[in-house]
Structure formats: C-alpha cells, structure tokens
C-alpha cells in the first residue's frame, strides 16, 4: 500500500512559521516527484509547490514564493514544506502528493495524504 502521512500543521499566528513533513511508504519515493497543495473550505485545491526526484528542482505558487521551501530526503522517504511570514491567506488543508510527471496540475499527482490542517491567525 502506498501511504502518504502529512503532519507538522496546527495554529500559528500571522509572521509565524511551521514546518510540514510527508512521510512516504509503499513506494519507491526516490522516483516521483514531490507536491504539496492545499485546499481552503468552498475553493479548489490549489499548487503550492513542487521538488523533482532528480535533480532536486523546486517550483512554487507566486503566493507563497520567498515564503515556503519545499525540500526532500529520498534516504528517509520524506518531504518537507518549510512555511515562514505566514499569512491568514495560507489556512488551508495541506497535502502532500506524489507524481511521475511534475506538474503544477492535480490531476498529475498519483497518490495523495489526509492532510493535515494549517491555521494562521490575524
């Protein structure tokens, strides 16, 4: 079974950071491409970023650029999403996904986690 566990969201205030982790089995994780999205209640769930397998390429949303990094370790089948200046905006469910063809795009992505919630107060 390829199982995809997010954590590392909770409530933090605006300025503030979190740090997400994925935590992949199942899978050879050293293959696939990497995303983290997130989905506010009522909208669609939107590309927030992206790593290659190899080499580790990184792509993000305009609105979070300067603000998230996105990284990788295939030696521990994990990724991460560094959040810093987090903003109200970013509340949202966040999901880590896997997928062979990088992409911005949902529909690419493979396999997908629960999600785990990232609040942000004013």
């Known amino acids: 079974q390829v199982q995809l566990v997010e954590s590392g969201g909770g409530l933090v205030q605006a300025g503030g950071s979190l740090r997400l982790s994925c935590a992949a089995s199942?899978?050879?994780?050293?293959?696939?491409?990497m995303g983290w999205f997130r989905q506010a209640p009522g909208k669609e769930r939107e590309f927030v970023a992206g790593?290659?397998?190899?080499?580790?390429?990184?792509y993000y949303a305009d609105s979070v650029k300067g603000r998230f990094i996105i990284t990788r370790d295939n030696a521990k089948n994990m990724v991460y999403l560094q959040m810093t200046s987090l903003k109200p905006e970013d509340t949202a469910v966040y999901y880590c996904?896997?997928?062979?063809?990088?992409?911005?795009?949902?529909?690419?992505?493979?396999?997908w986690g629960q999600g785990t919630q990232v609040t942000v107060s004013s």
């Open positions: 996904a896997t997928t062979k063809v990088l992409s911005r795009s949902s529909n690419s992505y493979d396999n």
């Open positions: 199942g899978l050879t994780f050293s293959s696939y491409a």
């Open positions: 790593v290659s397998w190899v080499p580790s390429f990184t």
